[in-house]
Structures are given as structure tokens and as C-alpha cells.
């Protein structure tokens, strides 16, 4: 037992330094010199996938969107400006353009007959099975009212009289594809105290109402066509102010803070929103309603129903900026460059488990030495190392360096 414990301190107080051996093999040579520059290149690569180098960066940008739409439309027979067809009306980064309405006039509180066709009934036995159904246009009261000719009818309800027929047929706006939208949006990023804005100020009156937006020739424009933003994003006119649609505009900065701050611009990007329905038969485009109250002349409570379908457009920013940071860049250099030795670890596990010289190498590279050597060894050790010179001298200049393969030939000098 004392014989192990004292066997492990010996083994455990120790020194071990780097030994050198030059291993002249040209195919562990190109080897090491190959995954060197491999890993210097995944680093180069690394840097540029990275904003070539900037890590300092603010994702966290504050921005503020007006907008203002203008046009003339006509549907119902009527004409239509920005104050009949745009809901709500405060110029937000969220807004509804209205293609088409249905318009239910002059209801009041009372009982009538439902519109709804599954609530078509022949008897007060079908209405009473709904009894209380609150999913129609109103109440239902279990009462079956029946048409003039005394056939099919319709359940009573209790609510808004007359009740909204929807199933009725309008004809849309069409003149929406000619509508602008003026956006105006600013951001900044608090972290560098940058602030910018998505038009420069330059921009005089005159041109912005002349402008449409354009990515080649008028990429600071900020009127949109609406005509435009369908044809960007492949959308059918008809399909969208038949059915209604949602429609997203991009503003995305990506700012490189490292360049004059007059190069931190916007681009947009447009996309259909609610595209995921396209197919489906119950959630298919974009309605909503509202409705008008007012008194009659008797005092009764009065409103004008409205069922609008329109075109929802969505303003969504987002960016981020970057700036060079010298700390960090300086880390991953130093990471990178300390990467450049795993090339000899590896070539290292090539020569003492797969070379044909893996035993000479393990011979050369690892070495035990005492701690005590006697006067005659130090003698013996000094010569070796001189006929080691003596032998080695065209392969290496260096008295700790070995060299192993391709060691050429001399023969000796006359004497």
C-alpha cells in the first residue's frame, strides 16, 4: 500500500515540456497545411456571414408610422372619398380601405323574421329546436314565421329589425387600384442614438405629389400605389376587392453604422397576409361591421348597419443596426488563430495510430528524463548530443528539434 501511495506522488509531481520533432512526410505535411487553411478560411467566412466583423448590434428599434390614403371611388351608387371608405380614419400603421358594403337602413329593437337560410322552418316545432339561439342575426324566439304563399318560413327573432341580408350582390370598388397611401415613418435605434427617417428631408412638396414608389427609379418615394403592391405580390384585383384581403407592407432597416449615417436607408417589402386562407371556404378574405346610431323623430333608438368588406393593409417595421466593435472581433481573432493548432492535434493522431513511422515518432516525441543524472551520463549525454549535431545538421538547427524521414545521404570527405 505505502509502496502505490508513494508511487502515485512520484508519478503525480512530474514536469512535462514540449519536445519538437520535425517529421519531414509530404502527405502529413499537405494534411496539416490543408486543415490550417481550412480553418483560416471558415473563420474569413465566419466574419462576413457576421456583418464582416460587426458585433455590436441594436435590434431594439423604436418607430412610429402616419399614414394617409387618397382616391375617389364609387359602390352603391354613390361616389366615395378617404372619410366613407377608410376605418378607422386616424392615419395609423393599421387601416382598412372598404371596396364594397352592404347597408341594412333604419333598424330599431323589436321581433321580425330571421335571414339566415338554416333558419328556414316549416313549423314552430323546427324553430323551437333552436330555441334561444343567439348565433343569427338576432334572438331566436322558437316562433315560425311563415312566408305569404304559407310554405317554407323563417324563425322569429328578437333584436335589430329588419334584419341584414348579406346574400345580396354588390358591385366593388374598382377604382381602389389607382388609391396611394402616403406612409410616413420614423425610427431609432437608442442604442447608437441614431434616428432616421424612411424619406430624406430634402424631398420638396412638389415631388411627393408627383411620385409613385418605385425600387430602380424612385426608391425614396413614400406614395404606394395600391395597384402597384397587388402587382407586386401577384394578387388578382378582382379576387381581393370582391372578397376582401390583408395585406402586409415591410419597412425593414438593416443599418451598417461603420458607413455615413445618410446610407441607412429602408426597403420595403409587400406580402398577403392572410394568403394561408386562400383555399378556405368559411374564413376567405376580410369583412368586419359597424353601424350609425341616431333617434328618430319619436324618440326611438335608431341605427344604420353596415357590413363593409375591404382590403386590410398592415405597416410592420422592423431592422436592426450594427457598428464595429473592436473587444469582441479581437476575441474571435484570437479564438480563430488558437483554432490554427487543432491542425496539429490531428495530424498527431495520423502519425501515432495510422503512420508507418508511428513508432519512431512516439519514440522521438515522448521521452522520460530524471531528475538526477550523474556527472558520467551529463558526459555521455553531451557527447550523444554532439554526434546527434554532428549527424543531424542539415536537417535541423535546432538542439531540441528531431527530425524524422527524407534525410538525405551524404558520403563521407576524403581524408
Known amino acids: ?15 512535462e515540456t514540449a519536445k519538437s520533432v520535425v517529421v519531414k512526410s509530404w502527405s502529413v505535411g499537405i494534411i496539416n497545411r490543408v486543415v490550417q487553411l481550412l480553418i483560416i478560411l471558415y473563420f474569413i467566412g465566419w466574419v462576413f456571414m457576421h456583418e464582416k466583423g460587426h458585433q455590436l448590434r441594436d435590434t431594439g428599434i423604436e418607430s412610429a408610422v402616419m399614414t394617409k390614403v387618397k382616391g375617389l371611388g364609387k359602390f352603391n351608387n354613390r361616389v366615395n372619398d378617404v372619410a366613407d371608405y377608410v376605418v378607422p380614419s386616424q392615419g395609423g400603421s393599421s387601416f382598412s380601405i372598404i371596396t ?10 323589436g321581433r321580425c323574421p330571421e335571414t339566415d337560410p338554416k333558419f328556414k322552418c316549416t ?3 323546427d324553430c323551437m329546436a333552436q330555441l334561444g339561439s343567439n348565433l343569427g342575426n338576432g334572438i331566436i324566439t322558437g316562433t315560425c314565421l311563415n312566408n305569404t304563399s304559407g310554405t317554407t318560413g323563417w324563425c322569429e327573432i328578437q333584436g335589430w329589425c329588419p334584419a341584414e341580408d348579406d346574400n345580396v350582390t354588390e358591385n366593388p370598388m ?8 402616403f406612409i410616413k415613418n420614423s425610427i431609432r435605434f437608442p442604442m447608437f442614438n441614431v434616428t432616421r427617417g424612411n424619406f430624406p428631408s430634402s424631398l420638396n412638396q ?5 411620385c409613385r414608389y418605385n425600387p430602380v427609379d424612385h426608391p425614396f418615394c413614400p406614395v404606394f ?13 378582382d379576387s381581393i376587392t370582391d372578397k376582401g384581403g390583408e395585406i402586409g407592407i ?5 443599418c451598417n453604422l461603420d458607413y455615413n449615417v445618410t446610407y441607412c436607408n429602408p426597403n420595403y417589402f409587400f406580402t398577403r397576409l392572410d394568403a394561408a386562407f386562400k383555399n378556405s371556404v368559411a374564413a376567405k378574405g376580410y369583412n368586419f361591421r359597424f353601424a350609425k346610431y341616431y333617434q328618430s323623430e319619436d324618440g326611438t333608438e335608431c341605427r344604420t348597419l353596415h357590413k363593409a368588406k375591404a382590403i386590410r393593409f398592415e405597416i410592420i417595421v422592423s431592422g436592426n443596426a450594427g457598428k464595429f466593435n473592436t473587444v469582441p472581433f479581437l476575441i474571435n481573432l484570437v479564438t480563430a488563430l488558437t483554432s490554427v493548432g487543432l491542425a496539429t492535434v490531428f495530424c498527431d493522431i495520423i502519425l501515432l495510430n495510422f503512420h508507418k513511422g508511428a513508432d519512431e515518432y512516439k519514440a522521438k516525441k515522448f521521452e522520460e528524463v530524471s531528475g538526477v543524472v550523474s556527472e558520467s551520463a551529463n558526459n555521455r549525454l553531451y557527447e550523444g548530443s554532439q554526434m546527434s549535431i554532428k ?8 538542439s531540441g528539434t528531431f527530425s524524422i524521414g527524407r534525410q538525405e545521404s551524404h558520403s563521407p570527405p576524403n581524408q
Not at 1 to 15: G, K, Q
Open 1 to 15: 500500500m505505502a509502496h502505490r501511495v508513494l508511487h502515485f506522488f512520484a508519478d503525480f509531481f512530474v514536469y
Open 100 to 109: 364594397s358594403m352592404v347597408i341594412t337602413a333604419n333598424q330599431t329593437q
Open 123 to 125: 313549423t314552430d316545432d
Open 174 to 181: 374598382k377604382e381602389v387600384e389607382n388609391f396611394t397611401i
Open 206 to 210: 412638389s415631388y411627393i405629389q408627383k
Open 225 to 237: 400605389k395600391v395597384g402597384d403592391i397587388l402587382r407586386n405580390i401577384n394578387q388578382s384585383l
Open 250 to 254: 415591410n419597412i425593414n432597416w438593416k
Open 391 to 398: 549527424a543531424l545538421e542539415k536537417s535541423s538547427n535546432d
